[in-house]
DNA sequence: CTGAAAGCGCTAACAA
DNA sequence: TTGTTAGCGCTTTCAG
């Protein structure tokens, strides 16, 4: 069933049904109806594809990222769905797993599918940036969810600096004075802008940064676990408050911490980053640093769409960074133990969306 | 630049450049060299929206579920990712938010943009089938990822009956003796499974089955912690195993155990469904039966493949229930506690890729 | 082995 | 207001 067909049963040509699919004014109402009867009674839907042959563009934009499975990821996807959904448009996400390869492999995949416009978390340090030059060279619409060394593009992100900034200062506040932070791989370009709102936090507060309270640590629960560890091991130190560079490291962290028999937060209060996963049901609720992450989604979809609606005209650099929230439970102290109820409140509040992960089977 | 330029610049017909782009074995080596050189020089890169209108199959699927920020859903779509990556499709995934209208939408959507097939977990009772029997009359390739009544079709999911059972038996040889089993959602069909999977296995050991042991959970936390308090609070139940809908509950559930004073896996062990989640990071790591999502989505993207191969032309019905696997861990007992180490071993050894969900931005 | 021609299903000038 | 014509960029017989 095509518009041909549309066309030969309402005994008009192709171009008027076309007119009324796209409801043109220039059609006459009466026909128009008639046209819809038709339509309608044939159950007739569109070939998108020929249309966007023809029209030059697909109404699809490509999101990749580098792993759906994790949870601020897959928020961030839902924020860019929400937007794109409004505008009629729909999104196709890959996974680049980290890798480069797949990174290239996907923006060229997506170019040849002719995406109207691609969103992208792309791996940051080390590696060559051709394609995402080539993107800027060729005014393909794209917006970044991370900065790229030596590229001026939109990017939209969280404010690591603030979120760092808080938290530490939430820990220097709750009468903490050795604080220490551990990082995130050495990849990640915000690991750093954490450090130094770590840092910014502490010299605010007339405490000295001292490069030995700045730990290595990664991204997983297993790194936590290690660096909590190590970092225990290590003769002369005895932070009281800890900031990780995100909640899987502060979870592993704390475990460590657990089996050295120290407590949080009573001997140690722990913070982490993110909020994207559960923190909120560990039995020592993790207090954290919330990242947007539908607004960040949402954000880059509106700001992509409005690329894609200017055809590459405007050139100036658009760089978003959403503020992040404190979201305060139990690790650090400063919250009645025990009370869940509240506790869960509290962070329903903070985190909307929060509890979709753990929305599990059906 | 399109094949029309290439075909004029090596001073051949566009048929040939086809030709050489899809390596058929007509084309003469040595003007295939000289095309293909041509084509390099240029990045010439062929529009795959062209060639899906010429070839009436565009190589996407589309995959639809219910919220892909549910880890169960986003392992479920690594899987198909995988497997359409080395065939060379790409995935478009929706989210229906569990809801009908979104469903439907959807799957016109992707229908029109002429998808090759559709993977979907529909929505299961109480609303209109249309567009599932539209899809089958139509012989559109699609698999469900869960049963439909009234409709026979593909489906891949978990065994959940054997997965009940197994979780039932586990906490009977561990000698306990009143075992209740919280339930899902009314909603869900898997929820009437894993029961009877409960009860199979307590009648297998000659126990009695007990309406009273059957008690409305939910999908969630919360839900999974108003079962815990209200459950305790019944006179005259005191029952020292539970197995819950999925893990979500069971961590709500336990965690009312625990402000009621009951500890897990002393008093009650309790056992969770699905492991999609961070069951592994808890103080008390849950045990639970874990679902083959990453299977479930490599198994469906190949059926859903071989589908498209076949054109509709196959009758037989495939019906695929992928066994669940027991991870043991600390809620019911019978594991070192405190292990983290050894726990963490074990949990690597039986959920692949389990610790995704953890790995919180970088 | 290569090219000419027709067509995939839709849109967009331009005529009528 | 409606129809005619000419593409969008690729594939595919069918001649040559």
Known sequence: MTIQDIARLAGVSPATVSGVLNDSPLVNARTKARILAII???????????????????GIIGLLVKDI???????????VEEICEQKMYNVIIGNTHKEWQREVSYVNILKQRRMDGLILFPLQKGVDLGHIHELKKDRYPFVLLAEVPGIETDV????????????????????????AYITGPASALASDRRRNGYQAALTAHDLLPKPQLVWPGGWCVEDGYRAGMNFCM??????DGILCYNDSVAIGFIRALQERNLHVPDDVAVIGFDDAGFGAYLET??????QPALAIGQKAAELLLERIGQKGANEDVQKVFLPTQLVIRESCGGLAKGSYHSSMKA????TEHSNHILEVST
């Open 40 to 58: 309608e009674q044939h159950k007739y839907k569109p070939n998108q594809v020929a249309r966007a042959l023809a029209l030059r563009h697909t």
């Open 234 to 239: 290590s003769p002369g130190f005895c932070p």
């Open 285 to 290: 609720a993790l207090t954290t640093v919330a």
């Open 69 to 79: 499975s994790n949870p601020l990821y897959s928020k961030i996807a839902l924020g």
């Open 347 to 350: 962070n329903e509040k903070h």
């Open 156 to 179: 939209i992100r969280a404010d690591d600096e603030q979120g760092a900034f808080l938290a530490t200062q939430h820990l220097i506040r709750l009468g903490r004075r050795t604080i």
